[in-house]
């Protein structure tokens, strides 16, 4: 099964600053997503990351505000920008395995706004 | 809009019965996950249901897929104290690359 790795796993951050979260896998993978669990709550999708095209992002995410990086098959960036108390969360990067429809999920990012 | 219901949300059940989680979608689909949290800790994968009639078993865990009644279960048997967690099914959306759409989620409490 995949392997995945997220850095930082949690952060502390001040509202109107911005953080990059990474996500590495120990294969290469075609389709690479980022979720948002909100405390207590079900995951919600960001975006989707597909190597060398634009992320495409689901309604009520914009790009300005979660721009995502995927320059290979085993990396991937989501930036949280100009951050507020709403945007505290867990971020989750997940990746389906080509062969066996398996999608497995990152250890996530815990985020917290002041 | 893909829509994914399960319930119940809450479930406590005592140690040594039996009891099935249901998982509703609204669209079609060949496919569905299930998943095990536990507080503090992401996602752990313990099915993936890929076809009509799919049933997969672990341990006392076992998960089967309808997909003409677009209903999945999640079957417990036996229940134990260790399988006190979170447990979400999902459905792939084709729009998104098969990303997931999440159940909220049943929030399960086994007491002796």
């Known amino acids: 099964s995949a392997v995945i790795s997220q850095k930082p796993s949690r952060d502390i951050c001040q509202r109107g600053t911005s953080l990059t979260i990474q996500c590495q896998v120990d294969?290469?993978?075609?389709?690479m997503f980022w979720y948002r669990q909100q405390p207590g709550q079900s995951l919600t999708l960001i975006a989707t990351a597909n190597q060398g095209s634009e992320a495409t992002y689901e309604s009520g995410f914009v790009i300005d505000k979660f721009p995502i990086s995927r320059p290979n098959l085993t990396f991937s960036t989501l930036t949280v920008s100009n951050m507020s108390p709403e945007d505290s969360s867990i971020y989750l990067c997940?990746?389906?395995?080509?062969?066996?429809?398996?999608?497995?999920f990152g250890p996530g990012t815990r985020l917290t706004v002041t | 809009e893909l829509k994914v219901e399960q319930n119940p949300l809450f479930l406590s059940m005592q140690e040594g019965k039996n009891y099935t989680i249901y998982c509703n979608y609204s669209?079609?689909?060949?496919?569905l996950y299930w998943y095990r949290q536990d507080p503090g800790k992401s996602l752990e994968s313990l099915f993936v249901?890929?076809?009509?009639?799919a049933v997969k078993q672990e341990g006392r865990l076992m998960a089967s897929l309808d997909t003409k009644a677009r209903l999945s279960t999640l079957h417990i048997t036996a229940a134990v104290h260790d399988l006190s967690a979170t447990y979400f099914c999902a459905v792939p959306h084709r729009g998104s690359g098969y990303a997931l759409n999440f159940g909220k989620g049943t929030s399960l409490l086994v007491t002796p």
């Open positions: 669209t079609t689909s060949d496919r």
């Open positions: 294969s290469q993978v075609t389709m």
């Open positions: 997940s990746v389906e395995e080509n062969r066996s429809y398996e999608q497995y």
């Open positions: 249901l890929l076809s009509n009639g």
